[in-house]
Each structure stands twice: as structure tokens, then as C-alpha cells.
DNA sequence: GTCTATAATTAGATAGAC
DNA sequence: GTCTATCTAATTATAGAC
């Protein structure tokens, strides 16, 4: 079953089809991440893989699809990164535990987004102008992100625990603040000469969000 | 001096070069604040402008000055914006009087970022990669501002008003939070069915963020 | 499945009539 | 100054050899 290698070790190994998908989709999020959709290339996608244009329009069937289908591969690692957090407990729960739960939440989303920013990047994008990609994402992974934040919040909120926002602007209030250091990580390291991946920035900056929004939770 | 009309209404009037050049200065920030400085085409903010494609070679040198001549102006609608605030104070001023500056600081900045989204819009764009475009908008325009908020942010930590972030991330948690609705104002009609431009949103907006960055701030 | 060649469209920029 | 026409290059997508 073996195949021909190529001739000698000049010649560009041969991928099986999961790994070449695999590459051209975590390039794709790259460049959309980068560019957006229309200003991402194909040509550029397929370079940062090491594959061809063409082979783009073979594995996926446009670049709309491939955008899709790189969009799926991302919310499936955030739903990966946030796996065993319950955010609506049961009704006779300790409030304090659901503080402490969120808290926990803070901090995992903050670590995905300094190790996945182009989840945050393209959200960024699509976010500005209304369009058929903008509702698939937004009806598809977003709201139940949303409406899970926003009833977990609420009780916090009547229990004195959560700052005075309400859950609206709140969930707004954190993903920006949360996502935008790794969104503009070019930035940062321009600015303040730090790099903002490193694990004591991320700490920190966790740490932070977690002291002003939830003000009311028992520290220990 | 007066041109001669046109034969009757129905030819599009002509415009004197101020307005044209405003006319697709403003277009180009709403463009290039939705697709970035790739993803916008000039034919798009030519016709935007109500105005033909070559008129920007003609009026602008380049796309790329272009877009440098739309952020100029951006910047100093924000300076304008900004006017009058002193954050850096004489040394012997009132801490206290440092903090409610810095409050009216945030809450001009909330206003002003839901007035003109393509500000952030295009500061994200912008900040994923590195470009000599981010480079020469970091050093021309954004390290003064980060620059001003640092020191100010320095002596209100030490004064026990502000929340217990470090500088550098409070930039960004700042910016972040106090942006991105406005950034993302179509998703978040899409997600809330609420309009983030309205004033009651902005100023609930802005008090949520003074309540959570100055907590030791005194309210009266 | 991969790769070369290329079709069809659109991009930014320029020339020249008016 | 404006506008039509057009140039060159880059875009997404397809066809067909291997």
C-alpha cells in the first residue's frame, strides 16, 4: 500500500488528507484572523501551509467553506478549553461556589485567547458589519455563550458579588477586555515592549479581571 | 468666480476639493474600519463618496496615503475629544482630583468611541501584525495617550483609588472593554437586541467602568 | 491527490478627452 | 477637476496532465 517516495529528499513529503486539512485550516485562521475574510487571500493560505491554491478549492469547496469550516475547528477548541464548566446551577446551589466557578471561567477564557487570538481577531472582524457569516456565528457558538454568562451573572449580581453592570454590557466589558492584549499582541510589543504570551502576563491580567469584576468574592 | 451650473438637476453637483477630500476621508474610515486596510477597495469609499474610483488617486496620492490621511484625522478628532484634560498633574495637586479627571477621561472616551467606531475598529485591524503602518499610528499617536494613562494610572494605584491592575494591562483592559460594543455594534444588535449607541447604553456603559477601574473613587 | 496552466473577475493606478 | 477607458497585477476558481 505503500506509495513511491519521492525521488530523493528534495521533493516536498507527501501529507495524508486529515493533515493537509488540518494545516490549511489553522493557516486559514491565521490569515483571517490577520486580514479578515476579504482581505485573506487563498494564495496566501495555501503558502502558509506549504500547499498550492488550487488545492484549497479541492479540500474545501470555496473560501466561504474553508472560513466555515475554520470558524467549527476554533469553537470546537474553545468548547474544548471550557469543558466541565457549569455556569447555571442547580437553584439551591451556593452562590458563592457559581463566584468561584466564573472566576475559573475568567481565567480559562483569558488563556484561550492568549493562546488562540484568532478566535477573538475574527470575531473582531465579522463583528463590525452585519452579513450572512456574522448571523451563522453569532446564532451558531455566540449566543449560547452569551445567554450562559448572562444568567450565571445575574445571580451573582443578586447575591452582591458581581460589579454594577448589567449582564449586557457586561459580557461585552469582558470579552474586550479579555481578548484584546492577544488581539493586538503586535501592539503590545510594540508599545510596552513586554510580550503579552508570557504566562506571568496572563496571570496577571487574569488576576485582574477577576478583582474588578467579581469585587465580591471571598478570596482563600 | 462663480462656475457655471449644470445644464439642470438631474448631473450630480460639483463639489469644491474641502468637500470632496472630506467626503472620502470619511468614507475610507468606514471602509477600512469594516475590512481593514486589505479588505477595503478604493472603488467601494470612491462610491461611498458618491464619487468615481480614480478621483482618489487624484485627490490622495495612494491608497496607502489615503488610509494615513483618514487616520490623521481620526486622531484629531479624538485630541479634540479629549481637550482640556490634564492628566498629568503638578505634583502637590490633589490625588482626588486626579481620580475624578481620570473618571471624565474614561467617559469622554466611551462617548467618543460609540460616536466614531472606526477609531478602535481600525486600531484592531491594525494591531494583529506587525506593519510599518502600525508602527508609524503607535509612535505618532497611540504612546502619547498610552504614555499619559500609565502615569496617571501610577499615581492613583499608589493612592489606593484604582483597581489593582499594572499599567500596561490596564491600557488594554481599558480600550478593550470600553470599545469593542461599539466595535462590534452589529453583532451586538444581532446578540441583545439592544442598540449600543444609544445614550442610556454609553452612559450605563461608562459608569460601569468607573465603578470597576476607581473603585476608591469618591462619588458625590 | 497534486500540480501546472489558465479562465474570469476585480484590484489599484494612469492617460487623456472634456 | 471630473470622468471614461484602460493598463498591469492579483484575486478566486476550474481544467486537465500526471
Do not use: C
Amino acid at each position: 500500500m505503500a506509495r513511491n517516495p519521492p525521488p530523493n529528499g528534495t521533493v516536498r513529503t507527501r501529507r495524508s488528507r486529515t493533515d493537509i486539512r488540518r494545516a490549511l485550516l489553522e493557516s486559514a485562521l491565521i490569515e483571517f484572523g490577520a486580514k479578515g475574510f476579504d482581505g485573506a487571500s487563498t494564495r496566501a493560505i495555501a503558502q502558509r501551509a506549504h500547499a498550492h491554491q488550487p488545492q484549497i478549492n479541492y479540500h474545501f469547496e470555496s473560501k466561504a467553506a474553508l472560513w466555515t469550516a475554520a470558524v467549527d475547528h476554533l469553537f470546537g477548541l474553545l468548547a474544548e478549553a471550557m469543558h466541565g464548566l457549569v455556569l447555571r446551577q442547580p437553584t439551591d446551589a451556593d452562590v458563592a461556589q457559581l463566584g468561584q466557578t466564573f472566576a475559573d471561567g475568567i481565567r480559562r477564557f483569558v488563556s484561550f485567547a492568549a493562546e488562540h487570538p484568532e478566535l477573538n481577531q475574527i470575531m473582531v472582524h465579522e463583528g463590525t458589519t452585519a452579513s450572512d457569516r456574522l448571523t451563522w456565528m453569532t446564532r451558531t457558538y455566540v449566543q449560547p455563550f452569551f445567554n450562559g454568562i448572562g444568567s450565571a451573572w445575574q445571580r451573582l449580581l443578586e447575591a452582591g458579588i458581581a460589579a454594577p453592570i448589567d449582564s449586557d454590557t457586561l459580557y461585552y466589558v469582558l470579552v474586550g477586555a479579555a481578548s484584546l492584549p492577544y488581539v493586538n499582541a503586535s501592539e503590545v510589543r510594540l508599545l510596552t515592549g513586554r510580550d503579552p504570551s508570557a504566562p506571568a502576563w496572563i496571570a496577571a491580567h487574569a488576576d485582574g479581571l477577576v478583582a474588578i469584576l467579581l469585587p465580591g468574592l471571598e478570596t482563600g
